[in-house]
């Protein structure tokens, strides 16, 4: 169990303009689901990468768009989600003017 209080921070590679916090890390029980919340501010985002986990990202809040190594590009309002097939690259901007906040699930396949 976590509290919000007791979510991790940590630096997430490539992103910028935001604060990461770990919810759950599959490490933690042997298991194979992560989930954190993301706060990116008004111009954050994370650079086009990809990752070798199955991932999926839910708005709460704001708005995120989101863009895939294939040149399609999403914009994700609060309650909209996207899933990503690993080794998927993707990338993501805050172009609103408030503050985002994301869920990240990942997956080890």
């Known amino acids: ?12 590679k490539g992103h910028f303009d935001m604060r990461a916090t770990r919810l759950h890390d599959a490490a933690d029980v ?3 689901i ?3 919340l ?6 954050g985002g994370a650079e086009m990468a990809k990752s070798p986990k199955e991932l999926l990202y ?7 768009t989101v863009s895939t190594d294939d040149g399609r590009e999403y914009v994700l ?18 172009n609103g003017k408030d503050t985002a ?5 990942s997956v080890l396949g």
């Open 34 to 36: 992560t989930l954190g």
């Open 58 to 64: 839910y708005i709460v809040e704001g708005e995120m």
């Open 77 to 94: 309002q609060a309650g909209d989600s996207i899933h990503f097939s690993p080794n998927q690259g993707r990338a993501s901007k805050n």
């Open 1 to 12: 169990m976590t509290r919000a209080n007791e979510a991790k921070k940590y630096e997430a």
């Open 30 to 32: 042997e298991g194979a």
């Open 101 to 105: 906040k994301m869920l990240v699930i």
């Open 38 to 43: 993301s706060h990116f501010l008004p111009g």
